[in-house]
């Protein structure tokens, strides 16, 4: 089945550093991948979505990349923020007419002042 | 804020019992999907509703079904509730044309006695 990987440890960095967060994912070859935040109690946010034809986009300060052979994307925040703190989820969309999003369970970011 | 409103906030049900959801898009969204994130995990699609019909079912049973109205407004009913159905349940609008982005609302938080 399906399995998408988020590292489940918290990433816990210094305010100006470059956050990196990566989603792996087994059994399935998404259309495209979008990153989500998502603040305790609060419903995800969209951020950035990236088709399979694409290798990197940029918005602002954030960052995406999606490698289909490694079947890996990475998403980095450069210049971090305490205000960046915040659950980072990753989700993969198919071709399916739902157009339904498979997410990850998510990664923890922590930026201190 | 992305425009998607729903209701409640919070619920408190037994085991046995029934809830009706609701959700209203944003403004110019003609489909809504729904969402069950448990604590710790990310959300997993539930469905979807395109022009007031089902487009596409996640694995829930049948106890949980839905409706969408004319103004594109829509709900979320779980019957027979079970322990396990206590999360966070979130609706996501999106537009015609770009229904791969999905915005959330931030969502009703049931809990199931």
């Known amino acids: 089945s399906q399995k998408i990987e988020q590292n489940s440890e918290a990433l816990n960095i210094q305010e100006g550093k470059t956050a990196t967060l990566t989603c792996n994912y087994t059994n399935y070859s998404p259309a495209y991948l979008q990153w989500y935040r998502q603040d305790p109690g609060r419903g995800p946010v969209f951020l950035l979505l990236?088709?399979?034809?694409?290798k990197e986009k940029r918005k602002e300060r954030l960052k995406v990349t999606f490698d289909t052979t490694l079947k890996q994307s990475l998403f980095h925040i450069t210049a971090s923020q305490p205000a960046d703190s915040a659950t980072y989820l990753c989700a993969l969309g198919g071709t399916d007419s739902s157009y339904k999003l498979i997410f990850g369970s998510g990664t923890r970011l922590l930026v201190r002042p | 804020e992305t425009g998607v409103t729903q209701s409640p906030t919070h619920l408190i049900k037994t085991r046995g019992q029934q809830v009706t959801l609701r959700c209203s898009s944003q403004s110019g969204h003609n489909t809504v999907s729904w969402y069950q994130q448990a604590l710790g995990q990310g959300p997993q699609f539930i469905f979807q509703y395109y022009r007031e019909e089902e487009n596409g079912r996640g694995n829930f049973p049948p106890r949980f079904s839905g409706l969408q109205f004319p103004n594109y407004s829509s709900e979320l009913n779980v019957n027979a509730l079970e322990l396990d159905d206590s999360a966070l349940y979130l609706c996501?609008?999106?537009?015609?044309?770009?229904?791969?982005?999905?915005?959330f609302g931030p969502g009703t938080r049931l809990l199931v006695l």
């Open positions: 996501a609008s999106s537009a015609r044309g770009v229904r791969e982005t999905q915005y």
């Open positions: 990236i088709r399979e034809n694409e």
